[in-house]
Structures are given as structure tokens and as C-alpha cells.
């Protein structure tokens, strides 16, 4: 599995766009990156998954450079609910295991 | 929208008792996961299932064992429990589909 590095926490003030980093160097050609959040007490929540192009959807933007070698997270108008940890996990097609890191806290303050 | 249900959100055990963490999804997934998370550790895999009567150990399997005899459930035994067994549970499952689901979670304390 490809590690991954993201900063420990970030912050963002409501209603502005969150832009969430990581860093996944060693991904192979055939793994996708996946995002997931947690909010506290909660199990984790699927956000969005890609593999070499953007991708958007309800809850957010991804952002993949060209290399692949890291990306970004984008949530264009955060609010307080998403006050979550944000885990972002590069996954092949054929492996079956989510292998989570310790994330990124962000927390949006008012 | 996909469900994933664990059975109790909090459980109160003894040591040494037999526990069982129950799991069903309403999808018909064919891949089912435990993990635990502990503070400072994160998520970890304890066992998965890619289909029915079929189980792999995840990277910490050891003090626990699993069933799948139907493909919406997926049960977690904790054969012997320890106070070092408190944790977090998590269940999830995954279909065809990309995204894993997961559950609310089972705050399992051992005393």
C-alpha cells in the first residue's frame, strides 16, 4: 500500500473553501485515491475517489496532480458539520482493505 | 442509501467472557470488515470477509475470530475477552460499487 502524508490538523473559517493536502508519492499505477471523513463518534463517511482526472460531486472537488503524486481535497463552502477528521487513502482495484492514517483534523470555526 | 447496522452502540463485558459483535448490511454487499479504533492508533483492520463462509485476517486478528454464515451478516467474536480488547468497533461492507460503507460503531469496554 502507498503511504500517505497529510498535515495533522488544519482550520477554515465557515464559509470559505477547505483545501485539504496529501502527499502519496509511492502510489502505483492502478490505485485510486480515496477520501473519507469521520466525524466524532461516527464511522467513517465515503467523500469521493478518483484516479488520474478531477473529480466533483455533492460534497466535494479532487484535485490529482499530474504525476499522481499527491492531491488535494477541496470543499468549496465549509461549514461546521464538516468538522471531521479527513483520511485520504490510496486503494488498487484488487485489493479489498481500506488501510486508514491518522489524517487531517480540520476544523471549521465560525 | 446503503445501511450498515451493528447491533449495540455501547457494550459493558467481563474478562474472560465470550462476545459477540454483530453486523448486517441491507445491500447485499459481498465484502464485509471489523475494524477497531483506538486513540493514537487510528483504524485497523481485524478481519474482513469477501464473501460468504470466506474470512482473511486483517492486520491485528489475533484474541478474535468471525462468521459470516449469511452475506448481510458479519459477526466478530471475541473469544476471551481482555480490558485490553476495549475499543471502538467498526463494521463495514462494500459492493460492486466503489465506496465502503460503515456503521456507527460498537464502544465495547471490558472490565
Known amino acids: 500500500d502507498a503511504k500517505t502524508t497529510q498535515p495533522p490538523s488544519m482550520d477554515c473559517a465557515e464559509g470559505r473553501a477547505a483545501n485539504l493536502p496529501c502527499n502519496h508519492s509511492?502510489?502505483?499505477?492502478?490505485?485510486?485515491v480515496y477520501w473519507y471523513r469521520q466525524i466524532h463518534s461516527q464511522g467513517p463517511q465515503y467523500i469521493i475517489h478518483?484516479?488520474?482526472n478531477n473529480e466533483t460531486n455533492e460534497m466535494a472537488s479532487l484535485i490529482i496532480t499530474e504525476d499522481r503524486k499527491s492531491s488535494t481535497l477541496i470543499l468549496p463552502h465549509a461549514t461546521l458539520r464538516d468538522t471531521a477528521v479527513y483520511y485520504c487513502?490510496?486503494?488498487?482495484?484488487?485489493?479489498?482493505?481500506?488501510?486508514f492514517g491518522k489524517g487531517t483534523l480540520l476544523t471549521v470555526n465560525p | 442509501d446503503v445501511k450498515v447496522t451493528q447491533s449495540s452502540r455501547y457494550l459493558v463485558k467481563r474478562t474472560g467472557e465470550k462476545v459477540f459483535l454483530e453486523c448486517v448490511q441491507d445491500?447485499?454487499?459481498?465484502?464485509m470488515f471489523w475494524y477497531r479504533q483506538d486513540p493514537g492508533l487510528g483504524l485497523r483492520l481485524i478481519y474482513f470477509?469477501?464473501?460468504?463462509?470466506?474470512?482473511e485476517k486483517g492486520d491485528i486478528p489475533e484474541g478474535y475470530s468471525v462468521s459470516r454464515e449469511k452475506k448481510e451478516r458479519f459477526s466478530l467474536i471475541l473469544e476471551s475477552a481482555s480490558t485490553n480488547q476495549t475499543s471502538m468497533y467498526l463494521c463495514?461492507?462494500?459492493?460492486?460499487?466503489?465506496?465502503?460503507?460503515f456503521g456507527s460503531g460498537t464502544r465495547l469496554t471490558v472490565v
Open positions: 470477509s469477501y464473501d460468504v463462509k470466506m474470512k
Open positions: 445491500m447485499d454487499h459481498e465484502n
Open positions: 478518483g484516479l488520474k
Open positions: 487513502i490510496p486503494r488498487g482495484g484488487s485489493n479489498y482493505k481500506l488501510t
Open positions: 509511492t502510489i502505483s499505477g492502478n490505485e485510486y
Open positions: 463495514a461492507s462494500r459492493g460492486r460499487a466503489y465506496g465502503y460503507t
